[in-house]
């Protein structure tokens, strides 16, 4: 397992993530979206409205590398921070038909991101003081 239980937990209550891809002509494009974290593949599936014609779906057919950011703010006093950053590759995918929490229908085409290297801060360690925190940079 690529996750740590910590990890995945926090995956599992983020609601908003940011998925960088890279365009045509080189340059990094950032795009927030909805995800979840797929237990059976260890994967990040993105879904949205019409994703097979969104700019980063597209993106995907000329090159896979794929960043991926997932972070919040546990705490203002003392100031702490929490940070999940998924490097790695993403494919086009399909799934089955299903409805948004909106109940308006999603596509069925998603991004599925497969990690190769995890940055994690925060997350696991909620005991040491926040400016002494060390991130956790694994291979996956």
């Known amino acids: ?25 080189g340059t990094p494009q950032n795009s927030p979206v909805g995800f979840t974290y797929n237990a059976e593949l260890g994967t990040i599936d993105i879904a949205g409205y019409r994703m097979s014609s969104s700019r980063k779906f597209r993106n995907l057919a000329r090159n896979d590398k794929v960043a991926f950011v997932v972070d919040d703010i546990a705490s203002r006093e003392p ?11 993403a494919e086009q995918a399909t799934v089955p038909a299903r409805t948004g929490p909106a109940g308006d229908p999603l596509d069925s085409a998603i991004i599925r991101v497969t990690p190769r290297r995890i940055i994690s801060f925060g997350i696991d360690d909620q005991d040491t003081e926040p400016h002494d925190l060390v991130p956790d940079i694994r291979d996956a």
């Open 1 to 25: 397992m690529a996750f740590t239980p910590y990890e995945i937990a926090f995956l599992d209550n983020a609601e908003l993530g940011r998925l960088a891809t890279i365009g045509p002509d």
């Open 79 to 89: 100031w702490r921070v929490r940070c999940l950053e998924i490097r790695g590759t």
